[in-house]
């Protein structure tokens, strides 16, 4: 498995939207849809709050009790990376570290990084002005479409294969492999 050298080649689509809006829940349900069609997704999500991933007594936790600045641990069929940053990183910079022989990449949050974006969005309050106009806004899922006034497409964002076909045709993202037919067409949260 070699990092991803070349993020340029590969469709980075982010999620944002407000708080409890149902991202992760659209991230998610892409994620398991692409999967079972054999495709390999990749994911980042962003973290407005400090957060840990190792815990007290294991090994990683000592290395960083003791300073380390980054960790790596690996195992025959898994590895992690923790990193202490000055600033906070990029997507651009977490794609580097992801795998070469992923298909896509969806990312929950980063709504300021730039880049393609689907804004999610949940109940009857009008978008706001700035989610309007959000750089590179290609779609809004909602669970009232239709309702919202924006120039790009809207998808019920409980019909994941209609919004998972628009983003395969924006990007291509299937061309790199001959896709099996879905064990179950998700069109729900499932």
Known sequence: MLL??????????????????GKTTLVS??????????LRVGAIKHASKAFQ??????????????GAA????????EFAMIASTQAPATVAELTAHLPNDLDVILVEGYKGDG???????RG????LSSERILPGLLAVATDRPGMHDTDVPQFDSSDIAT????????????????????????????
Not at 4 to 21: C, K, P, Q, Y
Not at 115 to 121: I, T
């Open 29 to 38: 349900a892409l994620i398991g849809y692409w999967s079972e069609l054999g």
């Open 124 to 127: 009857e309050q009008p978008l």
């Open 70 to 77: 980054a960790i790596a641990v690996a195992s025959p069929t």
């Open 53 to 66: 991933m190792d815990r007290p007594g294991k090994d990683s936790h000592r290395f960083r009790d003791r």
């Open 163 to 190: 919004l998972a076909t628009f983003l395969d045709r924006e990007f291509n993202i299937s061309s790199r492999h001959c896709l099996v037919q879905p064990k179950s067409l998700m069109s729900h949260f499932g």
């Open 115 to 121: 880049g393609p974006a689907v804004l999610v969005h």
């Open 4 to 21: 991803n050298s070349d993020n340029d080649s590969l469709a980075t689509i982010r999620f944002v939207g407000r708080s409890e809006s």
